[in-house]
C-alpha cells in the first residue's frame, strides 16, 4: 500500500512537470525589446547584458562605476546584430534612494521605451564567521543584494502591468538556496530574494507579468574574487568541492530561463497548490473589478 502511494506521488509529479511547459506564458521576443541590467557593468550582468544584444535587444546598464560602465558599452556594442540597437548606460547606486532609481528608469524608458525586461543582478557579497562580521554588514548586504532589487522593480512594476507584458529577474545564488558557513550576512540577504519574487510572481501573475530567480553557482566573476579574499578556512574548502562556473554560460542559461518562463522539478511539486492560491487571486481581481464599475454606475 505504501509503495502503491508513493508510486501515485512521483507519477503525480511527473505529470506535473510535463504539463507546466504547456501552463507557461508564450516566450518574450527579445529583438527590440527594451532590457534594462542592474549590475551590468562586469560579470555576470554584463554577459546577461551580451547575450541579450546578440538576440536584437535594446539595453540600458546600471552601475555605480562609470568608466565601467562605458567599458562594458563598448563591449556589447561589438555583438550588435543591425544599426538600430542601442547601449544606455546610468551611472546611479540602486540600494540607496528609491527616488533616484525610479528617475534613472524613466529616464531610460524615454529614451528607450517601456522595459520590457529587468534584470537585477546588482550584488556583492563578504563572509565571515557571524561573531566575527560587524552589524553595518549584515545591512550593506540586505540593502545592496535586496533592496537593490526591491527598488529597481518597483520602479518598473506599474508599466508592466498596465501594459500586460514583461519579465522580472532577480539573481540570487546558491547561497540563496542553502545557507553555508561564513554567509551569514550574505545568504540572508539572497535568501530574502525568493521571498520576495515568489510573492510578487503571484501578484503579477493575472497581468501577464512573469517573475523568474537565477541560483547561480560559484563563477568566475570580478565580484567572486574579492569574495575569496574574506572567506574562512571552511567556506574556502566547501567552495573547492564545486567547480567555478563560466559567466557567459551562466548567463545564457539565465536569460534562456527568463524569456520561456522555464518550472524546475522541484518548483514544479508546489504547481498544485500555487495553482490553488492564483485562483484566489484572480477571483479577488474580478470582484474588485466588479466592485469599481458598480461604484461608476451607481
Known sequence: MLLLAAAFLVAFVLLLYMVSPLISPKPLALPGAHVVVTGGSSGIGKCIAIECYKQGAFITLVARNEEKLLQAKKEIEKHSINDKQVVLCISVDVSQDYSQ????????????????????????????????????????????????????????????????????????????????????????????????????????????????????????????????????????????TTSVCKPEQVAKQIVKDAIVVTMGLFRTIALFYLGSFDSIVRRCMMQRARSEIADKTA
Do not use: W
Not at 171 to 199: D, H, N, P
Open 101 to 240: 532609481v525610479e528617475n534613472v528608469i524613466k529616464q531610460a524608458q524615454e529614451k528607450l521605451g517601456p522595459v520590457d525586461m529587468l534584470v537585477n543582478c546588482a550584488g556583492m557579497s563578504l563572509s565571515g564567521k557571524f561573531e566575527d562580521l560587524e552589524v553595518s554588514t549584515f545591512e550593506r548586504l540586505m540593502s545592496v543584494n535586496y533592496l537593490g532589487s526591491v527598488y529597481p522593480s518597483r520602479a518598473v512594476i506599474t508599466t508592466m502591468k498596465e501594459r500586460r507584458v514583461g519579465r522580472i529577474v532577480f539573481v540570487s545564488s546558491q547561497a540563496g538556496q542553502l545557507g553555508l558557513f561564513g554567509f551569514t550576512a550574505y545568504s540572508s540577504s539572497k535568501f530574502a530574494i525568493r521571498g520576495l519574487a515568489e510573492a510578487l510572481q503571484m501578484e503579477v501573475k493575472p497581468y501577464n507579468v512573469y517573475v523568474t530567480v537565477a541560483y547561480p553557482p560559484d563563477t568566475d566573476t570580478p565580484g567572486f574574487a574579492e569574495e575569496n579574499k574574506t572567506k574562512p578556512l571552511e567556506t574556502r574548502l566547501i567552495s573547492e
